[in-house]
């Protein structure tokens, strides 16, 4: 039986640099979700590919299992029969499992780092990536020709009865995948103790799993399902993850690993509590894959990443990519060039030997590996082995701010920016002279060099009202000062 649901009310809906995102209740709604997913319906029968099915997953937010089911019922309606997660599992299980299944696409409703409030919609590939621009323009282009219109949806548990929906667990097979290219019994052999923060989010458990039944001592904090996150943005950043930081400095720990709340993003800190950046983490990633796993295919990051991989890429004669923010761009260029790692700033990581989509859990693997390897070549601590990493890329002290707006103002913001600051660009920042400016090709914020390959970057979301400043530079103090100009350019002072 096929029912029609009321119309919805025509909010316009953008996916942004990952999905779609929005405030619960406000815009996003359960009829909105079903607007989404009639969009990724009309994508998968405009290409016939109705019988390769929907891999649908969620995270922990409020709500997600159910908008999950709202998502199904529009796609079962255009005979798409969907296969759904258990619980609410890794945003990257969903990538897993259309590789896996080879499905037509895939759907995770999850907001990933952004507030509490919020929850979103993210769109996979057939190759597992993040949907490309091509097809984002083709949902965005089905949801605003359905306009108002009803939604066709047929009942879930018309789906259930018919054998149309299946009910999937991707742990087994995801270690399986994993232990293609991780030795994940020397990892559990290792006589370390790991503090892991998963922030509350569906990430939880997973790397105490895959290391269980050896030596190495695995502590996890923040296990529960909590959707208010415990009042912080899920995001392996500080200030957020001050606590675990703290629990590290008190003693008794070899390194933390952290995820965000859908643990498609990784983290990391050494033994004495020190945040590892995510610009260092990228580093230490392209280091690891270069010295110990001894690869040399290119390597992609994103516009606001770090400077240091071009270093690593001159030493180990690697070519390296920058594209603009975004796995929906790093994703498809890791695929074109055949690339060994994708790495965006915010700490999502992509691998060419496992899943050319971001994968927190896995990259937390590689970096246990990498700081074991080393230990067993004599540098040990961690911290001794960031160290010397810099010793072979250069100095990277790296600072980000988000500049918050309330959301009717912010599109005004946001154009008064991108047409000052294109008209009249700074000729100095801190006090030094600006060397060249690079203006981001999606057209939505710039980025100043200094003549010793400090920069600045301001950028607006495409996801959440508020600006973003970025800054890599050759000293903390030049940093600090960097993003504080940053932080008056964005104001208008």
Not at 83 to 100: G, W
Not at 268 to 287: K, P
């Amino acid at each position: 039986m096929t029912e029609v649901a009321e119309g919805p009310t025509p909010t316009r809906i953008v996916f942004g640099t990952d999905g779609w995102r929005a405030r619960v209740a406000e815009d996003y709604t359960y009829d909105n979700v079903r607007r989404c997913a009639h969009g990724v319906a009309r994508y998968v029968a405009s290409r016939g590919e109705q019988a390769r099915g929907v891999v649908l997953a969620y995270d922990r937010r409020f709500s997600s299992e159910y908008f999950a089911r709202a998502a199904a019922e529009v796609l079962l309606a255009h005979d798409i029969p969907v296969a759904i997660s258990r619980t609410a599992v890794p945003t990257q299980m969903s990538s897993y499992e259309v590789v896996e299944r080879s499905a037509a696409a895939g759907v995770v409703i999850t907001a990933s780092h952004n507030p509490y409030m919020d929850n979103g919609f993210k769109i996979k590939a057939p190759s597992g990536a993040a949907a490309g621009a091509e097809i984002i323009a083709d949902v965005e282009r089905a949801i605003a020709e359905l306009g108002s219109r009803p939604v066709e949806r047929v009942p879930f548990a018309d789906g259930e009865t018919t054998g149309r929906v299946e009910w999937f667990d991707p742990y087994e097979g995801y270690e399986r995948f994993v232990r293609r290219t991780v030795d994940l019994d020397a990892l559990r052999a290792a006589e370390i103790s790991v503090l892991v923060d998963p922030l509350y989010g569906s990430g939880s458990g997973w790397i105490p799993r895959l290391l269980a039944g050896g030596r190495i001592r695995v502590t996890e904090i923040h296990g529960d399902r909590n959707p208010y996150f415990g009042g912080v943005n899920p995001e392996p950043i500080r200030p957020n993850v001050d606590e675990a930081l703290a629990r590290i400095a008190a003693g008794g720990f070899d390194l933390g690993l952290l995820l965000d709340g859908d643990a498609d993003r990784a983290g990391a800190a050494d033994e004495r509590g020190t945040f590892l950046h995510q610009l260092e983490v990228t580093g230490l990633l392209m280091y690891y894959l270069a010295e110990h796993r001894e690869l040399r295919e290119p390597v992609v990051v994103s516009v606001n990443n770090t400077s240091t991989a071009a270093t690593l890429g001159r030493h180990y004669g690697i070519e390296t990519h920058e594209v603009p923010v975004g796995f929906k761009f790093i994703g498809p260029r890791m695929i074109e060039t055949g690339a060994m790692l994708g790495a965006e700033e915010s700490g999502g990581f992509g691998f060419g030997m496992h899943l050319p989509e971001r994968d927190g859990i896995y990259a937390d693997l590689l970096l246990l590996d990498l700081f074991l390897r080393e230990k067993a070549r004599g540098t040990w601590p961690v911290s001794n082995v960031v160290a010397t990493f810099h010793e072979l890329a250069g100095p990277s002290f790296y600072r980000r701010i988000d500049v918050h707006f309330e959301r009717p103002e912010y599109e005004g913001v946001k154009q008064r920016l991108l047409v000052e600051l294109g008209a009249t660009p700074p000729t100095s920042l801190a006090g030094n002279a600006v060397d060249h400016t690079q203006v981001l090709s999606t057209n939505d914020g710039f980025k100043w060099f200094l003549a010793d390959g400090s920069w600045l970057l301001v950028r607006a979301s495409g996801t959440e009202p508020l600006v973003r400043v970025y800054t890599e530079a050759s000293a903390p103090e030049l940093r600090d000062a960097l993003v504080e100009a940053g932080e008056r350019l964005v104001r208008g002072g």
